[in-house]
């Protein structure tokens, strides 16, 4: 159930002071005298609410003026991935859907913000995400995603945990792979190890740790919820036996940016083909397994260019199944970023311009006509 209630108030001025992409949080100043002498009560931030508990969802629905109270029925605390984020965090899912232009509008209970932001149509960004955001934004002076630099696999399968000789009563899961610059691998940890406790919480074969009575979680959340710098405690098994190791935590560094910032990014067109600057969210179904995405930290500020589109024309005929492929050399030369692609294309001298891609793959453009082309264009942002 839904209702409006009319709130007439003239518009202020306000500046982002700071932005938590991975989150979707973000904080703003406002630069009003007089909104700050209406009288405004704060709200607290309270526990993340149990199931079946119900929370009033506050916000102002596109094209309206007024706010809208959305009561709604939390059905379950999990994690997701959030719009901008390459990895997940915890969130709170609702029985209802809220209206689209919510999103920014705390969730109360009790005058208490339990939830404090609608992260999509049925889910709220808990109130423990919002602290650690807010904590980081003090501490540090803005806010990145601490991350293990680690992937795993369940141990559901008996004969797997016998392999590794797992005792009878012990649960884990298996460390696949191990990030080159991440946390893990600097504290020690391998691929083939068995992480069976973190934090003292111990890990289930399928991957998760005890959250409330009757609610679990994947073991990953207690590391989301971490500041850069913080200690994980980590309980592996190796070598048919059981250790201890201590990770200081931080974010992951990745060749691939998460995310783009800003509402517009670089890119260019010639020849039909439209490049753009590669990063996780443009891409992230397809790139999700290459293994060079993550861990490795790109110096000399370069970017890799992929190809986001095929422009329907008869210079690039025949070419339709080559977009999403990364660039790599243009005539034989590696391609630093977008800026040294479009020097590439004009110093060409050949009446052809070759274009090695990932998968071996090689696209060859006439030069003269892809460039006298009306949709020849660079924008740099």
Not at 56 to 64: E, F, K
Request: aromatic letters at 6%.
């Amino acid at each position: 159930m839904s209702r409006c209630v009319e709130f007439v108030e003239s518009s202020a001025h306000v500046q982002v002071e700071s932005i938590g992409h991975e989150c979707d949080l973000a904080v703003l100043r406002v630069h009003s005298e007089h909104f700050w002498e209406t009288g405004l009560a704060s709200l607290t931030f309270g526990d993340v609410p149990e199931l079946h508990e119900n929370v009033a969802v506050v916000g102002y629905p596109d094209g309206r003026e007024d706010v809208c109270v959305v009561d709604a029925t939390v059905s379950q605390v999990t994690m997701v991935h959030y719009a901008h984020a390459a990895a997940q965090l915890m969130a709170i899912e609702l029985d209802a859907n809220v209206d689209p232009g919510n999103s920014g509008g705390p969730a109360l209970l009790r005058g208490q913000t339990r939830c404090d932001v609608d992260y999509a149509t049925t889910h709220l960004v808990p109130a423990p995400v919002v602290q650690r955001f807010l904590a980081e934004i003090h501490r540090r002076g803005h806010y990145a995603l601490c991350s293990l630099g680690l992937t795993c696999q369940p141990m559901e399968n008996g004969y797997l945990r016998g392999f590794y000789r797992l005792p009878a009563v012990a649960t884990g899961v298996l460390v696949s792979t191990v990030a080159p610059t991440g946390a893990a691998a600097r504290s020690g940890l391998q691929k083939d190890d068995v992480i069976m406790q973190l934090d003292g919480a111990p890990v289930a074969n399928d991957g998760t740790v005890q959250y409330r009575e009757r609610e679990r979680l994947p073991f990953d959340y207690l590391v989301c919820l971490r500041g850069a710098g913080e200690t994980a405690n980590v309980t592996i098994w190796r070598d048919g036996g059981e250790q201890r190791v201590q990770v200081p935590l931080e974010p992951l560094g990745s060749l691939v940016p998460v995310h783009s910032h800003g509402p517009q990014t670089s890119y260019l067109v010639c020849g039909g083909l439209v490049f753009l600057p590669l990063s996780q969210g443009v891409k992230t179904p397809y790139f999700g397994g290459v293994p060079w995405m993550h861990g490795v930290v790109l110096v000399d500020e370069g970017t890799y260019s992929c190809i986001e589109e095929i422009l329907a024309h008869g210079v690039n005929q025949g070419y339709a199944d080559l977009k999403d492929l990364v660039l790599r050399q243009i005539n034989g030369q590696e391609v630093r970023n977008m800026q040294h692609l479009a020097q590439l294309l004009e110093k060409s001298k050949d009446g052809f311009v070759r274009l090695d891609l990932d998968e071996d793959r090689v696209l060859v453009l006439n030069k003269k006509q892809a460039q006298n082309m009306e949709m020849y264009q660079q924008v740099w942002i």
